[in-house]
């Protein structure tokens, strides 16, 4: 079973950064697809950038802006988040795909490990 702990969420004026971590555990030998979700208030969940050996795809609202990396040796996978705006306000959720090898942006599905999420403030 493949564990998901992220952190670096917190409240941010508009324009600010945060740099948001997900540290996976449990037992793998096996490289995931891993993606960064968020659900924003009153909304659906929806994807925001996967990483699938080393290409990153990103949301249309993030683009530019938010950048997904990794880090294998320690087994961690970033979100970085630059010139944030009040609507980048959510849950951000870490996700992997450990057993279809999709990993679609689009489908939820896809994913079957989860993070609880860290939260993501932007005040304007």
């Known amino acids: 079973q493949v564990y998901l702990v992220e952190s670096g969420g917190g409240s941010v004026e508009a324009g600010g950064s945060l740099r948001l971590t997900c540290v996976v555990s449990g037992y793998s030998a096996e490289r995931f697809i891993m993606g960064w979700f968020r659900q924003r208030p009153g909304k659906a969940r929806e994807g925001v950038a996967r990483l699938d050996k080393g290409v990153a795809t990103y949301a249309d609202s993030v683009k530019g802006r938010f950048s997904i990396s990794e880090d294998e040796a320690k087994r961690t996978v970033y979100l970085q988040m630059d010139s944030l705006q009040p609507e980048d306000t959510a849950m951000y959720y870490c996700?992997?795909?450990?057993?279809?090898?999709?990993?679609?942006?689009?489908?939820?599905?896809?994913?079957?490990?989860w993070g609880r999420g860290t939260q993501v403030n932007v005040s304007s």
């Open positions: 996700a992997a795909d450990t057993m279809y090898g999709l990993g679609r942006l689009q489908d939820e599905d896809d994913f079957d490990a």
